[in-house]
């Protein structure tokens, strides 16, 4: 079955394409990526996504105006992306931008992604699935991380615990031992706040820390980190989840007001430190014995030396050298594995992961050209996923 993933993450920057051909073999899911593309978001729409992502007060066309306009933006990348290919479509799954995920006292009570799935159905032909979140915070779980199920099928069989590790605007590992149910978990900011810092200095609306050079100028503030590293949310015991809407600007200058002396690249240094840290912390928690990272933090090499030293003997590598995933593809080819997943009638997260009081089949159906047509459910999940 040929599944067309699409991905918007927590840094806004743009959409990750993946078109991918997913096929059962026995108790085996093999996954062959055919094409892929990143396409950047136009600057309106990205100044407008940020907008939203901030914690004050929007009004309500600009979100109508942001869902229809990531709709549209959707769906030709993805329609480009399969004439260039030259393959069948069956399903398109989008996942849209996450704009609010609510979290009270542990709970999650909302989770909103904008991305109007109609523009696609109709611009493609093909069925959409989309909102794949919700279905599992209305059973109780944290909708997230999603990445959990592929990393629990990609990591299946390992003879130590092994993390899975995620850099995005957040960062989250999903853990994979012998003998044990798999857990995951925002460990917290990845490049969020460090993209909140470069933006400021280099007066770029959505730069970031190109290639770790604004780190790599400054030095680590000892009292900065201890009281960043203080925040209550690293302490909660999993399952759990974060976003924005804790780790955005007004958080961030709550502590640099209380240190007048942490400026431009020094910043920009202990949030990358704090990114390691917390990182590393919560692997050395679980007893991880190797990381396999993916994400746009992969491609900074101040975070990865920071990492790799925070993590001591623990070694670090990448999804592209350990699994043969381009780690830029990998979320948008998640969402290709939800797709493939809900069409047969498979759960697409697990209950030990998002804290669920069950596995739900994950996100809604919008038809394409012509009516549903659903295969017969298939009784129980795979139980690993092989790259080619």
Not at 35 to 47: G, H, K, T
Not at 132 to 143: F, I, L, M, N
Not at 206 to 213: E, P, S
Request: hydrophobic fraction near 45%; aromatic fraction near 4%.
């Amino acid at each position: 079955m040929i599944v067309a993933g699409l991905m918007s993450g927590t840094s806004a920057d743009g959409l990750d394409v993946a078109l991918v051909d997913l096929a059962l073999d026995g108790s085996a899911l093999d996954l062959r990526l055919l094409a892929r593309r990143e396409v950047a978001f136009p600057d309106a729409l990205a100044d407008d996504i940020l907008r939203l992502l901030e914690p004050r007060d929007v009004p309500l066309s600009l979100v109508s105006s942001v869902d229809a306009r990531l709709g549209r933006l959707c769906a030709e990348a993805v329609a480009e992306t399969v004439a260039d290919s030259g393959a069948e479509c069956e399903l398109v799954v989008m996942h849209g931008q996450t704009v609010r995920h609510d979290v009270t006292d542990g709970v999650v009570t909302a989770t909103w992604q904008l991305g109007q799935p109609a523009w696609v159905a109709e611009r493609t032909g093909c069925p959409v699935l989309s909102d794949v979140r919700s279905r599992d915070v209305a059973a109780g779980g944290q909708g997230a991380p999603l990445a959990s199920i592929l990393d629990h099928l990609l990591l299946a069989g390992g003879d130590e615990p092994t993390a899975a590790l995620n850099l995005g605007g957040i960062a989250n590992i999903t853990v994979v031992a012998p003998g044990e149910d798999t857990i995951a978990f925002d460990t917290g900011p990845a490049n969020a706040l460090i993209d909140i810092a470069a933006r400021r200095i280099t007066g770029q609306p959505r730069g970031f820390d190109r290639d770790g050079k604004l780190a790599a100028r400054g030095e680590v503030v000892p009292e900065l980190l201890t009281d960043l590293m203080a925040e209550p949310y690293y302490a909660l015991r999993a399952p759990k989840s974060t976003g924005k809407e804790l780790f955005h600007g007004d958080y961030l200058d709550r502590f640099l007001s209380q240190r007048p002396e942490a400026t431009g690249p020094d910043v920009v240094a202990t949030l990358t430190e704090l990114t390691a840290r917390t990182v590393a912390d919560a692997c050395v928690a679980h007893g991880v014995r190797s990381v396999v990272a993916s994400g746009g933090g992969t491609r900074n090499p101040v975070l990865l030396a920071a990492l790799r030293r925070a993590l001591g003997d623990v070694p670090l590598t990448t999804t592209d050298d350990a699994v043969g995933l381009p780690e830029g593809a990998k979320e948008a080819s998640l969402m290709a594995l939800i797709g493939w997943l809900t069409w047969h009638g498979l759960p697409a997260t697990l209950p030990s992961v998002t804290g669920a009081g069950h596995g739900t089949v994950a996100g809604r159906l919008s038809p394409g050209a012509g009516p549903l047509r659903l295969p017969e459910p298939l009784p129980t999940l795979p139980e690993t996923l092989r790259v080619h």
